[in-house]
């Protein structure tokens, strides 16, 4: 349960969506909106480290990370208010178990590829040994860390991300419905991703036996919402997507549906279906 | 904004108060109830540091503190788990300026003693140099980081702390309210204090045009509160004071009064005014 | 690459070991001696973390790690000057590899027994999977970082380590040393291990292909070396067993051989042989 | 006592200074050569944090501070893999007293300046308060750790830094030699600094009563050192000083003579005379 950004278009200053919106991603680190929990809570607090990533001058991301809370930290200010990028992500994250450390922080990286996202899956433990032995062995060095996250990413690579994402994804969530079934026939998948190689921005919302996460996007130019100053507009040609709207005027914001893949060029969104329900049943 | 705990009596493990019981103050980290701002807003998450200060078989007392938050540090539940005190003080910080460092993590130390507060001032920033100046240059080494918490020490300790506790308060609370005023005179000062020279645990609380934080105390054995298991109780002869108590059944916590200074040995509890209207006024 | 001590005997302060001594383990992890990598060179930093785990009032060990250098930090001080414990860990981490994270800090813990080392495998993250997945799957959970150390602790505790501690080292070696050989025949392996369940120290020293790693021992009432003052001396009926001596005056050690397994119980120190050559070779 | 380097002409890649060289500055963090304590020690590990400071599109440098070591920190090789600037400063620490905090990290900032160095001064601790009473009281809040650093460098601003920097670097040295002697007369002051309002690269190196440290700079399109690839060269047109050499071929770097202020704009390296003897001699 985490809350994340992702941008593409037009460079901007990374603190243009971080942290001076009304309800930026530092602002949702201490009083989030639309963090449920699958109980039905409200989580509030995103304090269990952070991230960023993003496209420069080349063709790998950068990536900065920290396992503190975002809210304070004085570095992700700095970097935010030097970088300026045309597609970058920003996560900050929120568990109820697993360590929190550098290497469980989002986005992950592989190559020009980023990756990043909030989810739920009941009883990860007990089907992390079965999935990670799903990695391609010459991906399993990449493994770094305990996260669900990091997992679903390797067998995504596995299956074939970076040429056709789509279907990579489909082939791990079908993957790893299987195995959650195996386990407890009763489980819920819950997914909000994002994924870029630099250059295409996509979106997966998907979820399994729970009410789905939010995500939404927006190409309005004053989706970045109500605080003040010559800036304040998102430049024409560009898409953000969100796991919570940054302003509290949300008709400038879509909801992106269920069970959907999205891909974004500059401010081209195109949602298509992602699995047949029948399909998700019968893995 | 924060929140503690102080405990005298006979020895515990310090997960007894820590992180067992129902609203312990680990639980508090995420989710306190009663941190009310100067705002009137809930503050409900401490996530800026946290330390634990205890006395042992040395008179000095031993201090463990980290710049994280306190709800998943291992450390911390490993050492609470570990270490048995008869007298202890805990403390999770919620600052809205400041840095974020463990030499701004409460409770400070001198000596044999131990110092931990939650406190509001408005302008800290615009007094500092002024109070910093008369901490007392033999103690001017002591001054590690940027908190008013720690100046207020120092200079509680140049009035005579660790000879006359209640005195050296009163002129310390003096001495800062004389400098709010000047600066500005609809200023407000906020405390709650605990501090121990590891025989007597003395608190304050105080507050001057604001209303005051709470502070309870119990000698109840069961106001642990609502957990289970066979060491449920906490032991006779042993107080327990706190800035928010750790079960829901508040009847077995005794509120302090505002403007009082307690003293408390084993179980017995002395309450005293501290500061007359007039001489608050005056200064 | 690291350097430990371990301890058992008299309850002492940690600290009479950890920071003290004329060459204690602190002091170690600026300025090691005898940590010399398979390059032939002096690894004379141990700055990438530490941790100690000690035995208390519970079955349980606690345990207390942080990816900060050692010789700076005030926690790792003040726990070390009040905890008192009759067998404890300590070590101090220097990696050329790896994500420097809390869960790759040694000591490792499973209920009541605690694992830490130093050694040297070639090419680890060639063999990383093939070992993991011979991981008992009930164990796999345990996993929470990155390094061989903890690969090998789960691996000798799949082979039955807190039964016949001997016997599941002496598979968990074999069982390397294998991956090993099909991975790259001139691979060495280097290991200098130490492990307890809180009653029972044991050591192991083993290398394959390599010059072996230092390991001594003592029960001299003066090995802690040069310093002085009234509590220099160590308890009798107990033993300390270092990656490097305490003090400058080496006789008081005992160099204990490569290829052999130890066993300490108070000052009774055992040695056997651990793999016959023609069971190294042949696996 | 640190290590840094300054560069300032064409824009660059921080990763070309800082991580690339052949001893670049993350490796002098486990191995510098020339880092000679006042007791003739060599100091090979700058372990105790660090930080790096560059201008960009603002007028206000970027800053990125951490107080692990360098060595194998990767959210600084991501930085200075990504930034790219005209004029950037970078610090790794070594302190034998102090607290490890971010802090207490280099380069100190004050609206587009920057300022770092590596220094020497007797018993700072006796001469600190006397020396932060002479800080203009409008900058007292600047204060934010504890280091004899940024304290000199709030003096330095106090005497005008932002318009004579020689000016105010005169007299803030005169201030301290003053302090100091009175503190004790065979004290001694070591100074090696590096400034920059963005446009120009001011470095200062000064002693007294002890024996100077190092600082060089080099035009020279080949100082970077053995490391290959394409990309080997400086650029034309600009300039580095560093705290030693980033190559093992010293002949493509000038020693900068003790007691001298250096003005650097693009390659144009001027160097004049800093205090009279006699007027250090009768502060």
Redesign the interface.
């Known amino acids: 349960m985490c809350r994340w950004i992702a941008y593409t278009g037009k460079p901007i200053?990374l603190d243009r969506l971080v942290t001076q919106p009304a309800h930026s991603l530092v602002k949702q680190s201490?009083d989030s909106k639309l963090n449920i929990t699958a109980s039905g809570k409200l989580l509030?607090?995103n304090?269990?480290g952070f991230g960023i990533g993003?496209y420069?001058?080349?063709d790998d991301p950068?990536?900065?990370?920290?396992?503190?809370?975002a809210?304070?930290d004085?570095?992700l200010k700095?970097?935010c208010?030097?970088?300026?990028s045309h597609t970058f992500f920003a996560h900050i994250r929120a568990?109820t178990t697993g360590?929190?450390?550098?290497?469980n922080c989002h986005p992950f990286s592989y190559k020009n590829w980023l990756f990043q996202h909030n989810d739920h899956v009941t009883q990860f433990?007990s089907i992390?040994?079965e999935l990670q032995?799903d990695i391609e062995?010459s991906l399993?060095?990449e493994?770094?860390g305990?996260t669900d996250s990091e997992t679903f990413f390797l067998l995504a690579l596995t299956y074939g991300l970076t040429e056709r994402p789509k279907e990579a994804l489909q082939r791990m969530v079908k993957r790893v419905l299987k195995a959650l079934r195996n386990n407890d026939p009763t489980g819920a998948l819950n997914l909000s991703c994002a994924l870029s190689d630099g250059k295409t921005l996509y979106t997966l919302r998907f979820s399994y036996n729970e009410e789905a996460m939010t995500q939404f996007y927006s190409t309005h130019s004053h989706c970045f919402g109500d605080f003040e100053g010559p800036d304040e507009k998102m430049p024409s040609e560009s898409t953000v997507v969100v796991s919570e709207p940054l302003d509290k005027a949300s008709e400038k914001w879509t909801e992106i549906p269920n069970n959907t893949f999205t891909t974004v060029v500059k401010n081209n969104v195109t949602i298509e279906p992602f699995l047949d329900e029948s399909e998700a049943d019968s893995v």
């Open positions: 200053f201490l509030t607090t304090g269990d993003w420069g001058s080349h950068g990536l900065f990370k920290d396992d503190l809370p809210w304070h004085e570095n700095h970097i208010h030097q970088v300026k568990t360590d929190i450390q550098r290497t433990e992390r040994r032995l062995p399993f060095p493994l770094k305990t």
